[in-house]
């Protein structure tokens, strides 16, 4: 079992930066792919970002691409996103997910954990 707490999100005007982190707050993100995924008020949640669970691949949605990055620690145990020249249209509740030695993918279906979601408002 693993729980994971999402951190870092919060109000930022656009062109800001912010950093999420996702920690496992009981047992081990080691061996799990882990992928970002945000939902914006009366939308679906959509894919941001993954990354493979051996840390060799990683994967973007196209609006974010150049602009956020996603990385984990050796350890495996917090996993990052470094969002860049944030927009309004990013303003979202952002996911970390977790998919046990999965190759991080953007479809929602294989992520096995979830964790509860931090608040991102960019503001224009």
């Known amino acids: 079992q693993v729980h994971m707490v999402e951190s870092g999100g919060g109000l930022v005007q656009a062109g800001g930066s912010l950093r999420l982190s996702c920690a496992a707050s009981?047992?081990?993100?080691?061996?799990?792919?882990m992928g970002w995924f945000r939902q914006a008020p009366g939308k679906e949640r959509e894919f941001v970002a993954a990354i493979s669970w051996n840390g060799e691949s990683t994967y973007y949605t196209d609006s974010v691409k150049d602009r956020f990055t996603i990385s984990s620690d050796n350890a495996k145990k917090t996993v990052y996103l470094q969002m860049n020249s944030l927009k309004p249209e990013d303003t979202a509740v952002y996911y970390c997910a977790a998919d046990y030695v999965g190759g991080g993918s953007a479809s929602p279906s294989p992520y096995e954990y979830w964790g509860q979601g931090t608040q991102v408002t960019v503001s224009s």
């Open positions: 009981a047992g081990t993100l080691r061996n799990y792919a």
